[in-house]
């Protein structure tokens, strides 16, 4: 045991410097050490996905996302899971 506690005395507790706390405080802007996208840019993509899944997809159509989802309990996600088994 002493010698394990030695080690890490010397050093060798230190052999990654720079800890998770110190790298997120670096990057103030965004904790996850990435540029945050605009509000506008996900709402877009959003509609795009959501257009694309109700046309090539969905038989019962999403209006809005995640609502419709979860006022259905997930029938959509189901026939999703569904079309990819059969098709891929």
């Given at each position: 045991?002493?010698?394990q506690?030695?080690?890490?005395?010397q050093?060798?507790?230190?052999?990654?410097?720079l800890?998770?706390?110190?790298?997120?405080?670096?990057?103030?802007?965004?904790?996850?050490?990435?540029?945050q996208?605009?509000?506008?840019a996900?709402?877009?993509s959003?509609?795009?996905?959501?257009?694309?899944?109700?046309?090539?997809?969905?038989s019962?159509?999403?209006?809005s996302?995640p609502?419709d989802v979860?006022s259905?309990n997930?029938?959509?996600?189901?026939?999703?899971?569904?079309?990819?088994?059969?098709?891929?």
């Amino acid at each position: 045991m002493e010698k394990q506690d030695e080690g890490l005395s010397q050093g060798e507790g230190e052999k990654y410097p720079l800890s998770v706390q110190q790298s997120n405080a670096e990057s103030q802007n965004n904790r996850l050490g990435h540029a945050q996208i605009p509000q506008r840019a996900l709402a877009a993509s959003c509609r795009g996905l959501m257009n694309w899944i109700n046309q090539f997809i969905l038989s019962q159509v999403i209006s809005s996302f995640p609502a419709d989802v979860i006022s259905s309990n997930g029938a959509q996600l189901y026939e999703a899971i569904n079309y990819y088994a059969v098709h891929l």
